[in-house]
């Protein structure tokens, strides 16, 4: 089956492995594109995305941009800090606003959980997922799986650790999802007010607090981002600590396997989660993770809008 | 919905229902609505009226709803008092305990004026037993008491929160060092309002994995430990709204041990659902105190079987259509429930408790922890085997949100009989 089961994309959980092989073979597709000095295929023509930002953002909303731009599509951005969101329009208005002007697919972000979702019970139009709260964001996830996949050959029984403040992070949530159904093995690692409370729907994957463990066996590492309001609300007492304890420094590499990969998602806090010399170091894919976004939000798009004129891609 | 007054019609005779007798259910042929009004027949014609072959229905004691908040004065365009009346008539509530979160009841004014827009409304069709809340901080705030003394001679029932988290320590002595004087009972829902945060559903599994903000129980038991060591220290007794999580039971089948005089209930939803709905990010779930685990909800049921809770609430509370229309977490919480409450939970109320105890925790109960008088002859005529689905005509006003919307219920209402209105469904 060429096609995608899914209609929109929500997230990870509950994504078959069928769907995930499809975007990231199409991603790879289009990643060799992404690589010829005319970058740009036919494939969303005429057809129109909006880009629909209720958060900041400027890699994440950057990428879908070129991405959909890529495609020949007619692309619109909408983001909250100058729309009629300020002034009292309720979302499902918003949508169906946009939506009157013909809108076929609405890339969205929004700090709540399942706006994505309650998008698409209340619209046409396809929904993409560009980061929910702390729920999901599932291009994220998909990027750094065609990652590990470009850099290791396989997801297959690759051991993947997740370091940092798992429990806001929407960023884990999606790949803990993604890459164990890729067979890949998820340990995740954080502070014990940064990690999630109960785990009981996710105990397929492994918790580890001692972060040279958890990195022990790993074959990629991502690092994620800590947000500074962590410390205002007393989850941490400060970023000099997190960054001895749970950063990402040579010492800690020296406790993993010597071709071990070390991703991000971006932006990096450069000597908190992640020392500078590693990030620009070696073993880091970061900037790979970057083209590779480009190019797995063009297969998401591509496939959920149906394939059309996939001779073309 | 077909609704009749006594003044509009002769009379109406129910024919081949099963009759509460006060102990069990018994057959009846036929019973006169005047009969059991208390009218004495002038003659053979004065009896005989419509029949109404209630096919081997129940006919129970009409409901007491704890927990009403009908939010005026919001939106009175959208929901109203004869909005609430309504709901009550058709879920068969003869009477309810009313709390205003909007609207404070923090003086005696305020209890006349929202009393009276009460009887405007039940001038139309008799005299619905509604009590009432006082508050007993001004505005629901933590600075200042409200009149305690004037809204008890006033007639309010108690003094509550609005449902609101407990106030600091200091506050919540000295309202109840105060607030004894007027000897009336405490209703706080516990809750932790730093521990609460922002959170907005249960925390647990489903919240981690969907990465919500969760209200952990503990933010509901350090609430309880306090009130209770408040209300052991002062000796004033203290009721315990929409208890959640088996915890607190726990603390207060100890305090009870300890003398200390509190008694509670736990909401209607708490015990038919699970945190597990949150699987479907459908804002109609968004219910405070969050709906918790199955093993809390477990932990309610044991607790209702055991007589640790004293009675069963709705928490009737309307919210705005475009409100709900929205994601989970920006959704407004609250849930109807006087319209359906009865053939929602009876059969699994019965199946545990029998049907004596069943009526005590809807009815009875309720109506004594708000000083109201009990049903009467104010009937339900309700069918238990009759399954219903909900829809939106099922509500009064311009709302309709319930979790159960769309939901087959396991039994159906088929009238009721409440301050001489006779209404079919």
């Known amino acids: 089956m060429s096609s995608l089961e899914i209609k929109h994309l929500f997230g990870l959980r509950g994504v078959s492995k069928h769907d995930i092989r499809l975007i990231l073979d199409h991603a790879k597709q289009f990643r060799e594109i992404l690589e010829r000095p005319v970058k740009k295929v036919p494939s969303l023509r005429g057809m129109t995305v909006v880009n629909l930002f209720f958060e900041n953002s400027t890699r994440t909303r950057t990428s879908f941009e070129l991405a959909e731009k890529r495609l020949s599509a007619d692309t619109v951005n909408f983001a909250s800090s100058n729309s009629s969101v300020k002034k009292g329009e309720t979302l499902v208005d918003t949508l169906r606003n946009i939506e009157a002007m013909k809108i076929d697919i609405v890339v969205v972000r929004h700090k709540g959980t399942g706006v994505p979702k309650f998008l698409a019970d209340n619209s046409n139009a396809i929904i993409v997922n560009a980061g929910d709260g702390a729920h999901e964001h599932p291009t994220q996830a998909l990027l750094d799986m065609l990652t590990v996949e470009e850099k290791l050959g396989t997801l297959e029984g690759k051991n993947v650790t997740i370091i940092g403040d798992i429990r806001h992070s929407r960023v884990a949530r999606s790949n803990l999802w993604g890459m164990t159904t890729m067979g890949a093995h998820v340990t995740l690692c954080g502070p014990s007010t940064l990690v999630p409370r109960n785990t009981d729907l996710m105990n397929h994957v492994t918790w580890e607090p001692d972060v040279k463990k958890a990195v022990a066996n790993a074959d990629a590492i991502i690092a994620l981002r800590l947000q500074k309001e962590r410390m205002d609300d007393a989850l941490l007492p400060s970023m000099r600590e997190y960054r001895n304890t749970f950063g990402i420094t040579q010492e800690l590499l020296d406790c993993a396997k010597d071709k071990v990969i070390i991703m991000h998602p971006g932006p990096i806090n450069r000597g908190v989660e992640l020392d500078s010399d590693i990030a620009d170091g070696e073993h880091s894919v970061i900037l790979d993770q970057v083209t590779n976004g480009v190019a797995v939000r063009m297969a998401v798009l591509f496939l959920l809008a149906g394939g059309r004129n996939n001779e073309n891609a | ?425």
């Open chain 2, 1 to 425: 919905m077909k609704m009749r007054s006594l003044s509009d019609i002769s009379n109406v005779v129910l024919k081949n229902a099963m009759f509460w007798n006060g102990q069990k259910f018994e057959p009846r042929d036929e019973v006169c609505l005047h009969v059991l009004n208390g009218i004495v027949p002038r003659d053979e014609s004065f009896v005989r009226g419509d029949e109404f072959d209630c096919k081997g229905a129940l006919v129970i004691p009409a409901l007491f709803g704890l927990g009403l908040d009908f939010m005026e004065p919001l939106r009175d365009d959208v929901y109203k008092y004869s909005d609430g009346i309504d709901a009550m008539r058709k879920g068969g509530f003869y009477g309810g305990l009313y709390e205003s979160s909007a609207n404070p009841i923090d003086d005696a004014d305020k209890l006349t004026a929202t009393a009276n827009r009460f009887k405007m409304f039940n001038t139309i069709v008799g005299e619905f037993e509604v009590k009432f809340l006082g508050a007993y901080s001004k505005g629901f705030g933590t600075d200042s008491l409200a009149e305690m003394m004037e809204l008890a001679e006033a007639g309010v029932v108690g003094f509550g929160d609005g449902n609101a988290a407990i106030p600091h320590s200091r506050f919540l002595r000295l309202a109840m060092e105060y607030g004894k004087m007027t000897g009336k009972r405490f209703f706080f829902q516990p809750m932790d309002k730093t521990l609460r945060k922002s959170g907005c559903v249960h925390e647990g599994a489903y919240s981690d994995m969907l990465g919500m903000k969760g209200i952990p129980r503990i933010a509901e038991t350090v609430a309880a430990y306090t009130v209770l060591e408040t209300a052991r220290f002062l000796q004033v007794p203290v009721h315990f709204k929409q208890v959640t999580c088996g915890e607190t039971l726990e603390l207060i089948r100890s305090a009870r041990k300890k003398g200390i005089d509190v008694t509670c209930d736990v909401g209607l939803y708490h015990l038919l659902l699970d945190d597990s709905c949150l699987e479907t990010l459908d804002s109609a779930y968004h219910i405070l105190p969050p709906i918790r685990s199955a093993a809390d909800r477990d932990a309610l049921w044991q607790g209702i079987v055991d007589g640790t809770v004293d009675a069963i609430s709705v928490n009737h509370t309307p919210v705005l259509r475009q409100d709900t229309v929205v994601n989970f977490e920006d959704s407004v919480p609250g849930a109807l429930s006087l319209e359906i409450a009865l053939p929602a939970i009876w059969n699994k109320l019965v199946s545990k408790v029998g049907e004596a105890r069943a009526i005590e925790l809807l009815s009875t109960a309720p109506a004594r922890l708000a000083s109201a008088a009990p049903a009467q002859n104010n009937i339900v005529v309700f069918a238990p085997d009759r399954p219903h689905v909900v829809v939106e005509s099922d509500f009064a006003g311009h709302v309709c949100n319930s979790p159960l919307m769309g939901k087959t219920l396991p039994s159906s209402i088929l009238a009721t009989y409440i301050n001489s209105v006779w209404t079919e469904m």
